[in-house]
């Protein structure tokens, strides 16, 4: 059965500290990982991993895939209050299903 | 704002009661998917369009019945639903199915 893990379920952190998150997965046919963010509604997309070692940044966000262990992490440096949020990890299925499987999210919160 | 829109946001129904959700992406892309997400579970896939055409039904009761009238456009008309199908139902779409997906702020169904 396809699966992704991620951890912490849950991380408090202050203004100013860096955090990461994983995301570790198994399934059959893997093409992509993707992170999203999501405050109150819509998961918002970040970032899309296809290629092992390639640090992919936005701001103060990065990521990184490896393929060969099978998981990502997501750096956020310099928090601010507002990167408070479910952070989501999905992979992307290839082949003819095309399926986004995700997982349960970290809940980050960031205090003043 | 994401370029996908859902209406309603929120939504109370009876179990005998029949409605519909809708999607509009205004993004250009040719695939759309409907989404569940409940309380402390990942987000669920249940169905997939790829230009206009059913491309995954994932095992979803058919009292949650799709549409697709065009590339643009998804319905999820509702029928008989019971309380465990209260949740949030969130739409997305994407240029294609190996491209990322962008994200409707969803529908909070509450089913009495």
């Known amino acids: 059965e396809d699966k992704v893990v991620q951890s912490p379920l849950s991380l408090v952190v202050h203004e100013g500290d860096t955090v990461t998150l994983n995301c570790s997965y198994e399934v059959t046919n893997f093409r992509s990982l993707l992170w999203y963010k999501q405050e109150k509604k819509a998961p918002t997309f970040l970032f899309m991993l296809?290629?092992?070692?390639i640090e992919k940044k936005s701001g103060r966000l990065s990521s990184i895939l490896d393929k060969k262990e099978l998981f990502s992490i997501l750096n956020i440096t310099a928090t601010q209050t507002g990167d408070s949020a479910v952070y989501l990890c999905a992979v992307l299925l290839g082949g003819a299903t095309n399926k986004l499987i995700f997982g349960t999210g970290t809940l980050l919160a960031v205090q003043p | 704002e994401t370029g996908v829109t859902q209406t309603p946001r929120h939504l109370v129904m009876g179990m005998t009661n029949k409605k519909s959700l809708k999607c509009e992406q205004h993004?250009?892309?040719?695939?759309m998917y409907w989404y569940k997400q409940s309380a402390k579970k990942p987000l669920e896939l249940m169905f997939v369009y790829n230009f206009k055409e059913q491309t995954e039904n994932n095992s979803v009761p058919s009292r949650f019945s799709p549409e697709c009238p065009n590339s643009s456009h998804l319905f999820l008309h509702l029928h008989t639903l019971q309380p465990e199908d209260s949740a949030l139902y969130l739409c997305?779409?994407?240029?294609?199915?190996?491209?990322?997906?962008?994200f409707g702020p969803g529908t909070r169904l509450t089913v009495t």
């Open positions: 296809t290629s092992s070692g």
């Open positions: 993004l250009g892309h040719n695939a």
């Open positions: 997305a779409s994407s240029q294609s199915l190996s491209y990322e997906q962008y």
